[in-house]
């Protein structure tokens, strides 16, 4: 009995250094937000997953998944495909690489295959390609605004204005911004200022842009940026002084 | 001043089954005092309390009333255990260790120092004759052999008081003999030796006192002879008496008021036409 | 009461062995199986998902083999002590339970470690392979690339591949494996078979890694009504967060670990083992032997 009344006592003066200790740590955590917020997992994952997702195993679960996914793009099941490629995001919505992919299989591959899919006719062929490169598109500015410290996402997605929606402003934008993070492509601010440069009415922006990159030497001045500045030259009517010179 | 060896007072042990309504009463109100330097021997037959009273004295379990000291000391003091040396009932220990891992084990267990635990081992496994066995795993030790390294393990610290619960149990009549030799030499330094045994014989010959326990209570407590000896009988045994120096004999019992019970020819126990037999053939 | 560290470290090292001649050393082979039928199988997505995967996937059965381990080695030493009467003529020596307790525990973090190491060394030995032959491939393709798409894809790579933040997910892992060991300890401090002692652990991994829900929900007084409050609590107050030691969705995201994050966790996680090693003893002291 003592010894009961003992534990009980300690027991009480230890628990709020416990749960203090492990909030501190929690406010740190990055996944610790997932599992509170995603209890409906279950009906999405199935008994078995589940189990596994609450002993710990859900970045293996994602993984499995993932491989299953991969599979079905194999077998061109692209109904299968999604839906793996939505649970995968959802359980681990800090893994860039899996919106990637995500945003890729379905504003590359699916679209690309629901256009060449000759027992549709063709308006409704260009009907799904243009929802399969929605989906990509939601998948990337999803992933982008669970993880807006990645640069690699923004690249898909301006990417994937830039190929598949001929969307030159967003692409431009999106790029700037991959740009302006750590362990960015040395070819997104290029980027930027090229997809700039195909926007009706922000030429001069564009040229400023080009120009100044242009001038910060040798490294910069590949012939796409020498080509589009001379473009703009041409098109803005810039003083033939001014104007970068001629090889 | 002196202590008793082990002293217990009025200790009483309850076992409380969870679950269950009724308690099981080990031991009634045991009074127990042994003196330095003498052989005790529990007897009993089993379930009458006897690896209770060891194990409270050990300090494995706790008494539901009642003390105990081991010279002076109370035992739930862990110091109060470098005294003493203990012998479970049937141990078994690593048997993945060898003969002289087990003791070096228990070595540093009892704190002894790098420097005397080789001697210590090599000194312990001669004695209890497991020289050459002592590199070999008790996995492959027969039951003698290990209750001879379990001998060994009690006595690695050289205490002052040493616990043997069933030293004899499974051991053959020549392991049983050398074991109550040991004892015996052990008496003669000085040590204090507490064994329980449900086999009379075979303490007899150690033991200063012998406690009988039935049912959790001290039944009779004293010398083996006094326990023994039956008041108004004696007993005479002759060698070369002729048959008529024994008729003469018989004539003149009958002329008192002393009465002959029997007369016949000693028997050799069968313990000791084995030894006999076993010794003659080592030779 | 005089502690002995010479004592600890006989009852440690003897454990040691103990666990080691128990086979259950096959659970690294069985290991080694995943990792290598998991690997040929992602050979066939591409290089940088592949690494990814590969890690992942390695870091979760790291994971799952070493508490299995902890939690089944440790189930079966005290009862299987009592059942030899090793425990009677050890404790009989002037070996305090606590020192018994602490040998023991201490004992199968060492198994836990040696199994650690192990299999850390085949699953960076897997990847470095990996990686290398990703490297080989992009050499390969040097000339379809820009010289600064050549950089970023090998940073890439490296990633993806073996770095610090492995290293750190898997000491976490280890401390992980240790807290279910003292856990572990504690149960079968009373318990009277190795079934109940394992199946109270299965509970008490599941739950533990749901105690952050139970804690939040208690503590933000999100639920009325006592009983459901009381329940919360003590889920909250008896069992360890284990989720909190799941790093590996940080190190495959690339994320990087902060150091102080991870000292937090070390923290966190000896303030669990002390408390459940004493609790431990104070059961094993009432315990009746």
């Not at chain 1, 299989?105 to 399969?132: F, G, K």
């Not at chain 3, 307790?101 to 299999?119: D, N, P, Q, T």
């Not at chain 3, 280890?174 to 299965?202: D, Q, R, Y």
């Amino acid at each position: 009995m003592k010894a009961i009344a003992a534990f009980i006592l300690v027991a009480a003066g230890l628990a709020p250094l416990k749960w203090k200790f492990e909030r501190s740590i929690d406010a740190n955590h990055l996944s610790s937000d997932v599992l509170h917020h995603a209890i409906d997992l279950r009906e999405r994952v199935g008994q078995t997953a589940f189990i596994a997702i609450l002993g710990g195993f859900r970045s293996v679960v994602a993984d499995l998944l993932f491989i299953d996914g991969h599979f079905a793009w194999e077998r061109v099941d692209w109904s299968h495909l999604l839906l793996r490629l939505r649970q995968v995001t959802m359980l681990q919505p800090h893994v860039t690489m899996f919106w990637d992919v995500a945003g890729w299989h379905m504003a590359w591959n699916a679209s690309t295959a629901a256009l060449n899919d000759t027992s549709l006719s063709v308006a409704a062929r260009r009907r799904l390609q243009r929802e399969y490169i929605e989906l990509g598109r939601d998948f990337l500015e999803r992933g982008v605004a669970n993880n807006p410290k990645n640069p690699k996402l923004y690249e898909a997605l301006a990417r994937l204005y830039r190929d598949k929606l001929n969307d030159h402003a967003r692409a431009s934008e999106n790029f700037l911004r991959a740009s302006r993070l750590p362990g960015c492509a040395a070819y997104d601010e290029r980027s930027a200022a090229y997809e700039l440069s195909y926007c009706e009415g922000r030429e001069h922006e564009a040229y400023d842009y080009l120009r100044a990159l242009y001038d910060r030497g040798e490294k910069e001045r590949l012939p796409t940026l020498i080509a589009r500045l001379r473009h703009l030259e041409e098109k803005l009517n810039i003083s033939p002084t001014t104007r970068i010179p001629a090889k | 001043m002196t202590h008793t060896a082990i002293h217990i007072s009025r200790v009483t042990k309850v076992y409380r089954t969870p679950f269950r309504r009724q308690a099981t009463v080990a031991l009634r109100d045991l009074n127990l005092e042994i003196a330095p330097g003498e052989v005790y021997g529990l007897l009993g037959p089993n379930g009458s309390g006897k690896s209770t009273t060891l194990k409270i004295i050990l300090g494995l379990i706790s008494p539901t009333r009642g003390s105990v000291t081991i010279f002076g000391r109370d035992n739930s003091v862990v110091a109060a255990r470098r005294e003493i040396g203990f012998l479970p009932e049937n141990a078994y220990f690593h048997k993945f260790l060898t003969g002289a891992e087990t003791l070096r084990f228990h070595a540093k267990l009892c704190g002894l120092s790098k420097s005397k635990t080789t001697a210590r081992i090599n000194e312990l496994l001669a004695a209890v004759g497991l020289t050459d066995a002592g590199d070999a795993r008790l996995s492959t030790y027969s039951k003698g052999m290990l209750q001879r390294i379990g001998l060994a393990q009690a006595l690695i610290h050289d205490p002052k008081l040493l616990v043997l619960d069933e030293p004899t149990a499974g051991v053959d009549p020549a392991g049983s003999r050398d074991i109550q030799e040991l004892i015996a030499s052990l008496k003669n330094r000085g040590t204090t030796v507490l064994l329980s045994s449900h086999l009379l014989t075979q303490v007899q010959e150690v033991c200063d006192r012998v406690g009988i326990l039935h049912r959790g209570r001290l039944m009779r407590e004293g010398q083996l002879q006094s326990l023994l000896g039956i008041e108004n009988q004696t007993e005479l045994i002759l060698e070369n008496a002729s048959p008529d120096l024994l008729d003469g004999l018989e004539q003149q019992i009958a002329s008192t008021s002393a009465r002959l019970i029997v007369r016949r020819k000693p028997q050799a126990s069968l313990e000791q036409l084995f030894l006999k037999v076993t010794e003659s053939t080592e030779e | 009461m005089i502690t002995s560290l010479r004592r600890i470290r006989a009852i440690a090292g003897t454990t040691l062995i103990e666990l080691a001649r128990l086979r259950v050393f096959y659970v690294l082979v069985l290991f080694a199986l995943v990792l290598i039928v998991s690997s040929t199988f992602l050979a066939r997505i591409s290089f940088q998902q592949e690494l990814q995967v590969t890690k992942d996937i390695s870091l979760g059965a790291i994971n799952f083999f070493l508490s299995l381990l902890a939690i089944v080695a440790t189930a079966q030493l005290l009862p299987r002590d009592i059942e030899d009467r090793v425990v009677y003529s050890v404790l009989a020596k002037p070996v305090p339970r606590f020192e018994y307790i602490l040998g023991k525990f201490l004992g199968v973090v060492g198994l836990l470690a040696i199994s650690l190491a192990a299999m850390s060394v085949l699953c960076l030995v897997v990847l470095h392979l990996r990686e290398q032959s990703a490297l080989h491939e992009v050499n390969r393709q040097i000339e379809q690339l820009a010289p600064d798409q050549l950089s970023s894809t090998v940073r890439v790579i490296h990633t993806a591949g073996v770095n610090r933040d492995l290293i750190a997910a898997l000491v976490l892992v280890l401390a992980k494996s240790a807290i279910l060991a003292a856990t572990t300890l504690c149960i079968s401090a009373f318990a009277t078979s190795n079934i109940f002692t394992i199946t109270a652990m299965a509970m008490v991994y599941l739950i533990g890694h749901l105690e952050s829900i139970a804690r939040e929900y208690w503590l933000q007084e999100h639920v009325a009504g006592w009983p459901k409050r009381t329940f919360l609590a003590l889920v909250a107050f008896i069992f360890p967060d284990l989720q909190a030691f799941n790093l590996s969705d940080q190190v495959i995201g690339g994320v990087p670990i902060p150091a102080h994050l991870i000292e937090q966790l070390l923290g966190l996680a000896a303030f669990y083992i002390v408390s459940y090693i004493l609790l431990a003893t104070a059961i094993f002291y009432q315990r009746e032997l």
